[in-house]
């Protein structure tokens, strides 16, 4: 079983930032791909961006330039820079791991962008 602990979510204003981490514990396993969707009220949950182990990212067309996202193997955790932050942006964020015991997900971490 795979636990997922995220954290950094908050309230910030239109152009600022924020940093979110995702640590995965729990049981031996290898994470293939790690990464970031989110869902804001009344939509469905999308991709925000993904990172596999040896390193190759990918981006939703709505994020790209603005976020990045980052991994630390030795860590298993997963992190998401998130910078010229916009009001749209506001939802909550999962973090999700697939690994070779399963596809796993965060409990989800709130992030507001005020205008």
């Known amino acids: 079983q795979v636990q997922l602990v995220e954290s950094g979510g908050g309230l910030v204003q239109a152009g600022g930032s924020l940093r979110l981490s995702c640590a995965a514990s729990?049981?031996?396993?290898?994470?293939?791909?790690m990464g970031w969707y989110r869902q804001a009220p009344g939509k469905q949950r999308e991709l925000v961006a993904t990172?596999?182990?040896?390193?190759?990212?990918n981006y939703a067309d709505s994020v790209k330039g603005r976020f990045t996202v980052s991994r630390d193997n030795a860590k298993n955790t997963v992190y998401l820079q998130m910078n010229s932050l916009k009001p749209e942006d506001t939802a909550v964020y999962y973090c999700?791991?697939?690994?070779?015991?399963?596809?796993?997900w965060g409990q989800g971490t709130q992030v507001t962008v005020s205008s």
């Open positions: 990172v596999t182990r040896g390193g190759i990212t």
């Open positions: 999700n791991v697939l690994s070779t015991m399963g596809r796993y």
């Open positions: 729990g049981g031996i396993y290898t994470i293939n791909v």
